[in-house]
């Protein structure tokens, strides 16, 4: 075929493939084969219960008419339809119970407001006033959630914010319910666990950038809403879309058993650091017999790591630390309740829930463990491991979110690393690189083609993904490879349990039929959360943008002072390079500074945030410079950017 044929059909295969396509018959016979396409009767009930009023307008939009949430998009699993061939039945079980939405009467004096943002908003009633838990993601469904609650239970102002844990999910909207002159008059509390502040900033500060764009993979906000495209987040319907506010705590949680009252509540709190997050705690209001299992315990197997990356958690710890709420408030509590998914009733039904979430961190932990003892590697085992039948048959502990393929690999990852142990596979060719090779092996992209549709036409989509995986690399401008590849991880998107998994499989379907992101939104940055960075955090996160490269031969120190730390070890620094590499000193200057900076670290982070240049803060006077110039323009003129658009499925 001449190569002018070639690109017209494979422009006009590009036109054609841009949308979704239908199940094949091979996906229809696995996801009839998976489970019941309809949800659980007692978790129907679960979801339903208490429900008092939902939002008269399902769109939630910010001030400016940007839309941040729309229940609305999901009307289409709210119409009491089984699952469509396109969805695996498990996960739209899971969907349309996350897919209620509104205020629900918990118990007596709690109540939360679920399906308006990813988590769940818990009101406690105190004495005067409302107790917040986890003020959802963002103000604007935070603030709709605390009108819905004003509007059909009370009218009441919010006295007390209780974080539960570092995760964005969960602080983001706190400006929807109180502002800092409330906070700084006293008048509304803000309780978090210890470490709070540092583990929100640290979780996102080095790898921020990476991290945002591989989460378009994890929660598919790009996808369209619908059976072919985003139907569920696990944790809760969708996210969000707009930056975080944040307001530091006031109280810290330091240990287990600490009691507070908190506008005439009693609130006994349990410390879980090192689970589901850094800084994580429970809590059990002794006088409701009400539990709040903060995110440790949520309907749905979490991520031991999620896919757009993190540390690996702690599945030993966080399955002791279960353990240990069951021995301190299992004999006594009556409700359950978290900050994703709905709530459990009556003690023995929670009591039997605490225990299967228990056993199941610790199962994948052993598990995984064993057979790495045993000899096997990371894909070994997650081919290996089935979930058990005693987890397979409660919802509640099934991969809607995390996936035991993935988890396994988090719980050999966080012991020995992602390295299997086998030579071969310790300094391996990289993608395109190696995909040249097998594209030539297998006799030219044609002969792999042919190959990858039979494959395709068999159903083997996992070897097709492999395979022109291998050849979209190699050749990036193939159409039929960027086809064929994108409708082979469809497939194994409508067939997966797991909502991260199939987010993650129909979002690379989109990005090879369209291309990545053109004009990635750089606005949803978290400001709040850069205006809360420590010096420390500032200097590590702008060493990381350091271009190596152009720094060769350079050595330069240069002093800072920060004229509003005065008197904390955060007052002096030394900023510097050394062997191409950007390095800073707390609490101390140097004789042989080449340059001088004075300034405030608010102005500092002016400059970071790019609302002000560093030119311009000393052309205002409002940074004062001496000494060499030359030297700060040699640390700041090499500093790379990164792109929030970057290639994930080709190279
Ligand atoms: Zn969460």
Redesign the pocket.
């Known amino acids: 075929m001449a190569s002018d044929d070639r690109t017209n059909r494979a422009a006009t295969e590009r036109h054609n493939d841009h949308t979704a396509h239908a199940a094949t018959t091979h996906t229809v016979e696995a996801n009839k084969a998976a489970g019941r396409r309809t949800p659980d009767p007692a978790d129907l009930e679960r979801a339903r219960r208490g429900h008092i009023a939902s939002l008269s307008e399902p769109v939630i939009t910010s001030p400016e008419g940007r839309r941040v949430f729309d229940i609305g998009a999901y009307e289409f699993l709210r119409n009491g339809n089984p699952a469509p061939e396109t969805v695996n039945p498990n996960l739209w079980r899971h969907a349309v119970l996350n897919a209620h939405h509104g205020l629900f009467k918990v118990v007596d004096d709690v109540w939360q407001v679920r399906g308006y943002d990813?988590?769940n908003i818990t009101f406690i009633r105190g004495n005067t006033g409302w107790i917040v838990i986890d003020p959802l993601t963002s103000e604007h469904t935070a603030r709709a959630a605390l009108g819905l609650i004003n509007e059909q239970v009370e009218r009441r102002s919010v006295v007390a914010v209780i974080y539960t844990?570092s995760?964005a999910?969960?602080f983001g909207g706190v400006l929807g319910v109180t502002n800092r002159a409330e906070v700084d008059a006293g008048r509304c509390r803000i309780i978090a666990p210890e470490h709070f502040m540092r583990e929100t900033i640290g979780e996102n500060v080095i790898a921020g950038p990476a991290m945002a764009r591989r989460a378009t993979y994890q929660f598919g906000p790009l996808l369209p809403p619908g059976p072919r495209g985003h139907v569920d987040c696990g944790?809760g319907n969708s996210v969000p879309i707009g930056p975080p506010t944040l307001l530091a705590p006031t109280e810290d949680i330091t240990h287990t058993g600490q009691e507070l009252v908190v506008d005439g509540v009693r609130v006994v709190f349990q410390l879980t650091p090192e689970t589901e997050a850094p800084a994580e705690m429970n809590f059990y209001f002794p006088d409701l017999k009400a539990l709040c299992m903060a995110?440790n315990c949520s309907h749905t197997m979490h991520n031991l790591v999620p896919i757009r990356g993190a540390l690996v958690r702690n599945a030993l710890n966080w399955s002791k630390y279960i353990n240990e709420s069951i021995q301190l408030f299992g004999a006594a509590a009556e409700v359950l309740f978290a900050?994703?998914n709905w709530p459990r009733w009556g003690n023995n039904d929670l009591c039997e829930f605490l225990v299967l979430q228990r056993d199941l961190y610790k199962w994948m932990h052993d598990q995984t463990m064993r057979l790495a003892n045993k000899g096997y590697t990371p894909l070994e085992i997650a081919e290996e491991l089935v979930l058990p039948e005693e987890f397979q048959q409660h919802e509640h502990t099934r991969g809607f979110y995390g996936d035991l393929v993935h988890n396994s690999k988090a719980v050999y990852q966080r012991y020995l690393s992602w390295y299997d142990g086998n030579p071969a596979n310790l300094h391996k060719l990289p993608p395109a690189e190696v995909g040249k090779r097998y594209v030539e092996l297998a006799g030219g992209a044609d002969a792999l083609l042919v190959h990858a549709q039979q494959a395709f036409d068999s159903g083997d989509y996992r070897w097709v993904a492999e395979l022109v995986n291998h050849l979209v690399f190699a050749e990036p401008t193939n159409e039929r490879a960027r086809s064929l590849q994108a409708r082979a991880l469809e497939q194994l998107g409508y067939q997966a349990e797991s909502s991260t998994f199939r987010n993650a499989y129909l979002m690379g379907a989109m990005e090879l039929r369209q291309g990545p992101p053109a004009n990635p939104n750089p606005n949803v940055r978290a400001r709040a959360l850069v205006r809360e960075m420590t010096v420390d955090q500032v200097f590590d996160t702008i060493a990381v943008r350091t271009m190596s490269e152009k720094l060769g031969g350079v050595s330069l120190a240069t002093n800072w002072t920060f004229t509003d730390l005065v008197g904390t070890p955060d007052e002096r620094w030394v900023l510097g390079v050394s062997n191409r590499t950007m390095y800073s000193t707390r609490g101390v200057h140097t004789s042989d500074a080449a340059a001088s900076v004075t300034l405030t670290r608010s102005k500092f982070l002016d400059i970071v945030l790019q609302d002000t240049t560093f030119v311009d803060a000393v052309k205002a006077g409002a940074v004062l410079l001496s000494g060499d110039a030359a030297a700060l323009i040699t640390i700041f003129g090499n500093l790379d950017t990164f792109s929030m658009g970057f290639p994930i499925v080709e190279p």
């Open positions: 990813i988590s844990h995760h999910d969960h944790l995110e900050s994703h």
